[in-house]
T-cell receptor
Framework: KQEVTQIPAALSVPEGENLVLNCSFT??????LQWFRQDPGKGLTSLLLIQSSQREQTSGRLNASLDKSSGRSTLYIAASQPGDSATYLC???????????WGLGTSLAVNP | NAGVTQTPKFRVLKTGQSMTLLCAQD?????MYWYRQDPGMGLRLIHY???????AKGEVPDGYNVSRLKKQNFLLGLESAAPSQTSVYFC???????????FGPGTRLTVL
């Protein structure tokens, strides 16, 4: 059974730091992996989608990598800003029905 | 282009009452999903639909029913609400099973 784990559960950093969020999954047979952002009391916003054949995807200050063989993905945030404060969730798209399997998220606080 | 909208935003029910949550999307997506999000448990799929007139069970379907009479709408019904159904409910849509999911803002439901 596919399981997705995100470490750390919470992270607090000063503004300007580069940081890495981790996501691990137990079964490497995935179609893609997706990173989302959730602001308090709001819905989820898609950040990056990495296909199983890709190694990384970039969008602005965000870079997501994927290593299927080790069952790991990282989300790199460069030059963090207070506006980056949110919960970041990763989800893997797997299985015959291609539904998303979700991690519990990393709650990020970027302090001015 | 409103994306995915959900009605209502908040609702308080008494045990045994019924209600329907409405999700609408204007992106002509084939796939639509209903999730619930609970602290410490992450997002769990309740039901989903792969096209107009179709529905399928997700991970936690008991106590819920759904309908997809029109492509743009996906309704989630609670016939007899229970306190265990207190949660935040999110609707999402995607063009394909492996594509990015777009989320609505959520409905916060409390069952007393």
């Amino acid at each position: 059974k596919q399981e997705v784990t995100q470490i750390p559960a919470a992270l607090s950093v000063p503004e300007g730091e580069n940081l890495v969020l981790n996501c691990s999954f137990t079964d490497s047979a995935i179609y893609n992996l997706q990173w989302f952002r959730q602001d308090p009391g709001k819905g989820l916003t898609s950040l990056l989608l990495i296909q199983s054949s890709q190694r990384e995807q970039t969008s602005g200050r965000l870079n997501a990598s994927l290593d299927k063989s080790s069952g790991r993905s990282t989300l790199y945030i460069a030059a963090s800003q207070p506006g980056d404060s949110a919960t970041y969730l990763c989800a893997v798209n797997a299985g015959n029905n291609r539904k998303l399997i979700w991690g519990l998220g990393t709650s990020l606080a970027v302090n001015p | 282009n409103a994306g995915v909208t959900q009605t209502p935003k908040f609702r308080v029910l008494k045990t045994g009452q019924s209600m329907t949550l409405l999700c609408a999307q204007d992106m002509n997506h084939e796939y639509m999903y209903w999730y619930r999000q609970d602290p410490g448990m992450g997002l769990r799929l309740i039901h989903y639909s792969v096209g107009e007139g179709t529905t399928a069970k997700g991970e936690v379907p008991d106590g819920y029913n759904v309908s997809r009479l029109k492509k743009q709408n996906f309704l989630l019904g609670l016939e007899s609400a229970a306190p265990s159904q207190t949660s935040v409910y999110f609707c999402a849509s995607s063009s394909g099973s492996s594509d990015t999911q777009y989320f609505g803002p959520g409905t916060r439901l409390t069952v007393l």
